[in-house]
């Protein structure tokens, strides 16, 4: 797989959705982009980072990837070591924030803001967490899993309706209503 090469199904979504659908279901068989750094590479490229893709970047990018998938999924998959009680995704997501900040600068075009992370290893992860955070304040209605039962992709509904199901048409709602003709056809 070369850097150019992206195999998933679904790109283009923002980066928080984008990171969670480097993982991805092909024929029953849950895909991963980011288990190694080669895949790390197709990923940074293909969202404009210019960071090279080592075991450090890939261990915080995985370690942003789950928060987002416990957030957006409302699972709970870690306990606290010292309360006891459950570490939620927005635990997580804030734990990953808590790697990075935003600068507010004034630059000759006018007010602009900077990220700074106290490892740049981090970047992509926080900047992933920080986008979840933006699409929560401006459309968290809009966050959506994709309705077929065996996909594991998320999008942004951006439908003049807002009621989107399938993260493509093409591809999942395609299967879904050849499943219900199939069901109907075999009843007859």
């Given at each position: 797989?070369?850097?150019?090469?992206?195999?998933?199904?679904?790109?283009?979504?923002?980066?928080?959705?984008?990171?969670?659908?480097t993982?991805?279901n092909?024929?029953g068989?849950?895909?991963?982009?980011?288990a190694?750094?080669?895949?790390?590479?197709v990923?940074?490229?293909a969202?404009g980072?210019?960071?090279?893709?080592?075991d450090?970047?890939?261990?915080h990018?995985?370690?942003?990837?789950d928060?987002?998938?416990?957030?957006?999924?409302?699972?709970?998959?870690?306990?606290?070591?010292?309360?006891?009680?459950?570490?939620?995704?927005?635990?997580?997501?804030?734990a990953?924030?808590?790697?990075?900040r935003?600068?507010?600068?004034?630059?000759?075009?006018g007010?602009?803001?900077?990220a700074?992370?106290?490892?740049?290893?981090?970047?992509p992860?926080?900047?992933a967490?920080?986008?979840?955070?933006e699409?929560?304040?401006s459309?968290?209605?809009?966050?959506?899993?994709?309705?077929?039962?065996?996909c594991?992709?998320?999008?942004?509904?951006?439908?003049?309706?807002g009621t989107?199901?399938?993260?493509?048409?093409?591809g999942?709602?395609?299967?879904a209503?050849?499943?219900?003709?199939?069901a109907?056809?075999k009843?007859?």
């Amino acid at each position: 797989m070369s850097a150019a090469t992206d195999p998933r199904p679904l790109t283009g979504e923002p980066l928080a959705l984008d990171l969670l659908n480097t993982r991805w279901n092909r024929e029953g068989v849950l895909q991963d982009l980011l288990a190694d750094t080669e895949g790390l590479a197709v990923w940074l490229t293909a969202n404009g980072f210019g960071l090279p893709a080592d075991d450090t970047v890939l261990r915080h990018t995985l370690q942003a990837r789950d928060a987002l998938r416990a957030a957006v999924d409302g699972l709970l998959r870690e306990k606290r070591e010292a309360a006891g009680t459950p570490l939620t995704g927005a635990d997580r997501v804030d734990a990953v924030l808590a790697h990075g900040r935003i600068r507010v600068t004034l630059t000759p075009e006018g007010p602009g803001e900077r990220a700074e992370f106290e490892d740049p290893a981090w970047g992509p992860g926080w900047l992933a967490a920080r986008n979840y955070v933006e699409l929560l304040g401006s459309s968290p209605d809009r966050i959506r899993h994709c309705a077929h039962e065996t996909c594991v992709l998320h999008f942004l509904d951006t439908s003049r309706n807002g009621t989107r199901r399938w993260c493509s048409m093409a591809g999942c709602g395609n299967r879904a209503k050849a499943s219900r003709h199939y069901a109907r056809t075999k009843e007859s």
